[in-house]
């Protein structure tokens, strides 16, 4: 198999591309490094399978650097911004960097005549207040972060793609995950706080926000899991996948930054909470997903939410010395 990874060098590239060298696949890793590290890449950059290439997959046409004779079996498209405050701030970010991403990759897959489109989509697209635990088939999806409105754009994009060009596609929804090699997020931003100010963890929100959280490994086995236990049938619903990849439970702000002050200071930081529902515009107060879709396929996490959180806190903790 010839796999095609955009965002590779990142949290969830850098997890999956192993997986995907140890089923015996030739990957090539294209990513700008706006979020990801050649350091996420350190692991596996010497393997004769992989190769790594600095590109924006945002520009047009990015694919013809390949060459026409460029083959690939897979693409797993995770180049985005993945930062869903940063959207607020720039407008442009998300537009740019989550939907010309994807369509410019689906142009790609069109292009180079790549069958198989797995993509990294994520609980936002559904919005402020879907029912919870939130379904694949939720209904009125209305995004209220701009990050959560390019990936619902680009789920649209995809679904489209299907139907034109013949692609087969696999629309996973994450939950927050969370591994080492962090690039963004909260334990990111905690750790970071932390270090700069050892005394005083100043929080955004009151710490009531709960969400799901998943472990990147476990993430990505769910991801490979599912596009090999469900493979793509005739019609477009099964050549368009979507399945919902988290865990069952959910994890408190507020735990994040109790553990996190333990972890980083030695518990030595006082937290300071804000009084405002979430932690900034476009963030959402809850997410809960409903993963039996998944499940139904054979997959089980290996650890839980909080699980996911904890280990994450101390191996981040560790890999940014
Ligand atoms: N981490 C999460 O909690 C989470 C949740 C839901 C969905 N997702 C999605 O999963 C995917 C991977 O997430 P992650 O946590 O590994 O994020 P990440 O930021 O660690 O990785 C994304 C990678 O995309 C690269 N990238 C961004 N713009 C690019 C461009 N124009 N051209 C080439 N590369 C570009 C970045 O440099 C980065 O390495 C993303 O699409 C993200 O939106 C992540």
Redesign the pocket.
């Known amino acids: 198999m010839k796999a095609l990874v955009?965002?590779?060098?990142?949290?969830?590239?850098?997890?999956i591309i192993p997986r995907l060298l140890a089923r015996g696949a030739d990957v090539l890793c294209?990513?700008?490094?706006?979020?990801?590290?050649r350091k996420?890449l350190e692991e596996f950059s010497s393997h004769p399978a992989f190769r790594f290439e600095e590109?924006?997959?945002?520009?047009r046409d990015?694919h013809k650097k390949l060459g026409g004779g460029a083959r690939f079996d897979l693409c797993v498209?995770?180049?985005?911004?993945?930062?869903i405050s940063l959207g607020h701030r720039h407008p442009e970010m998300d537009h740019?960097?989550?939907l010309?991403?994807t369509f410019e990759t689906l142009m790609a897959a069109r292009e180079l005549k790549i069958p198989n489109f797995i993509?990294?989509?994520?609980?936002?697209v559904y919005g402020a207040n879907p029912a919870f635990p939130t379904p694949e088939n939720a209904g009125d999806m209305h995004p209220v972060s701009l990050?959560g409105a390019g990936?619902l754009a680009s789920e649209a994009f995809i679904s489209s793609f299907v139907e034109n060009y013949g692609i087969s596609a696999w629309v996973?929804?994450?939950?927050?995950?969370?591994g080492r090699?962090?690039?963004?997020?909260v334990i990111y931003d905690f750790t970071a706080r932390l270090r700069k100010d050892p005394a005083e963890l100043v929080v955004l929100g009151n710490g009531g926000q709960t969400k799901t959280?998943?472990d990147?490994e476990d993430l990505t086995s769910g991801i490979l899991h599912g596009f090999e236990k469900s493979p793509a049938g005739r019609t477009h619903a099964e050549r368009f996948q979507v399945l919902n990849l988290s865990t069952e439970g959910t994890t408190s702000v507020r735990e994040i930054a109790e553990e996190t002050v333990k972890v980083v200071t030695g518990g030595k930081a006082k937290i300071r909470y804000g009084t405002e529902q979430t932690g900034w515009v476009g963030d959402v107060r809850k997410t809960s997903l409903e993963v039996s879709r998944i499940q139904k396929l054979g997959w089980k996490p290996a650890h839980d939410s909080t699980g996911s959180v904890f280990k994450a806190i101390r191996d981040y903790n560790e890999w940014s010395r």
Do not use: E, I, P
């Open positions: 955009t965002g590779g060098a990142g949290l969830v590239g850098s997890s294209v990513d700008n490094l706006t979020l990801g590290t996420h590109w924006d997959v945002s520009a990015w498209h995770l180049a985005a911004n993945s930062d740019q960097r989550t010309a991403t993509f990294a989509s994520t609980s936002a990050y990936k996973f929804r994450f939950g927050n995950v969370v090699r962090l690039t963004h997020g959280y998943v990147v």
